[in-house]
């Protein structure tokens, strides 16, 4: 069974709106602008921009009546990724202070609310993601752009689509 996500351009789930149950590199034929979001089934990541470029959304089964209410920075959404839950449940990341994986280097399996508290850096520059999905976000306590993470080797901050290496927290992408 694949996911559904369902985009409207006004809020409160009004307006044109467009039905997706597959990956999509460009939605703008379908909608000009996107007000709200219903996730029916699996998680997503909406992109700003086609082609899965721009701001980053991590979207679970759940209502959106607002972009704020997925930290939207406005109402463009232009792509969109679909992934199943897993069942394995397992997570495993490294950080590393410096790109190619150099400098110090910190391992984490659970959510981390302050990067700074617990790694002494404010920035990653390189990244292993051995299990499981994760989200980077720009600032503290899960707040700001966010960065999709998939298993992997992230060799430098642009990697995972990022302008700069400042990482304020993560957190596990969990079935729900």
Not at 92 to 108: N, T
Request: proline share 5%; hydrophobic share 25%; with cysteine.
């Amino acid at each position: 069974m694949h996911g559904k996500i369902i985009f409207y351009e006004d809020r409160n789930f009004q307006g044109r709106h467009h039905e997706c149950s597959t990956d999509c590199a460009d939605l703008s034929p379908y909608f000009s602008r996107c007000n709200s979001i219903r996730v029916e089934s699996d998680w997503w990541v909406a992109y700003e921009k086609p082609n899965y470029m721009g701001y980053q959304y991590v979207l679970t089964k759940g209502e959106y009546p607002n972009y704020q209410r997925w930290m939207g920075f406005n109402d463009n959404i232009r792509s969109c990724r679909t992934y199943p839950y897993s069942s394995g449940g397992s997570y495993r990341m490294k950080i590393y202070e410096r790109p190619d994986f150099g400098g110090q280097m910190m391992e984490f399996m659970d959510d981390c609310p302050s990067v700074y508290d617990r790694f002494r850096y404010r920035d990653i520059h390189s990244c292993q993601v051995m299990d499981g999905y994760w989200i980077f976000y720009e600032h503290p306590n899960y707040r700001g752009r966010q960065y999709f993470m998939r298993p992997g080797e992230y060799r430098r901050y642009g990697d995972w689509g990022a302008t700069c290496p400042t990482i304020g927290s993560f957190r596990r992408v969990m079935d729900f």
